[in-house]
């Protein structure tokens, strides 16, 4: 691969994941436990995009082999009730989520196409996409319409940098003090259960 192509490849990842959520203005919503959680507005929603971000004292082959085993993550991500794999091919995946919603909201469902790539610097990079087609839906379920976001591990040392990052659009009816409070508590809870498990 010549210089000019990395350039461009990079400049193109760079501006993918600038552009996931089109989300703008950060501001500071949480910064407890080593976990800082940003809010920024998103055009044309009525949601905002969370942005979470840590250090955890292990290296980024413990990160990735907890983030794909699919089953297992539900443990770690915030309000997971079950998760499978529907299916892998390369460096794809997608996956299917239910999750737990308190009364009287309908509990959510989303089907996520996972895509990972590795950098030059040893980083590690998961785009998450919402595929809510991918398969019917599930009764009893409302289906998550949109996803958009990322999972990014930088090597810091003997640590790993991660940021989790995702704008949502959950599909019917959802009282703003329950999507105020999800958008906070699921990069906080994910982040701190993820660390507390990979630091073992």
């Keep these: ?14 501006v993918l994941l600038t552009g996931v959520a089109q989300a703008e ?35 980024i082959t413990k990160l990735r082999a907890l983030q794909e085993d699919v089953a297992g993550a539900c443990a770690w991500i915030h309000e997971c009730k079950s998760q499978k794999l529907l299916k892998h091919e390369g460096n794809q995946s997608w996956t299917y ?11 959510r469902d989303s089907v996520l196409k996972v895509t990972t790539t590795e950098g030059a610097d040893g980083s590690l990079t998961r785009t998450l996409k919402g595929e809510p087609k991918y398969i019917p839906e599930e009764k009893g379920f409302v289906r998550v319409s949109q996803v958009e976001g990322f999972w990014k ?8 940098e991660v940021t989790y990052q995702v704008h949502t659009e959950p599909g019917g009816s959802v009282p703003s003090w ?10 906080f809870n ?3 259960a993820l660390k507390t498990r990979a630091e073992k």
């Design 1 to 14: 691969m010549g210089s000019l192509h990395r350039v461009a490849l990079a400049c193109g990842l760079s």
């Design 25 to 59: 203005d950060w501001k500071v919503a949480k910064n407890e436990d080593g976990i800082k959680v940003s809010l920024s507005e998103v055009p044309g929603s009525q949601y905002k995009a969370y942005q979470g971000v840590t250090l955890i004292k292990a290296p």
């Design 97 to 107: 989520t239910q999750f737990n919603t308190p009364w009287p909201v309908t509990a």
């Design 153 to 160: 591990f930088v090597p810091k040392g003997d640590q790993t």
């Design 178 to 187: 329950l999507a105020n409070k999800f958008v906070v508590d699921a990069p």
């Design 190 to 192: 994910t982040l701190k």
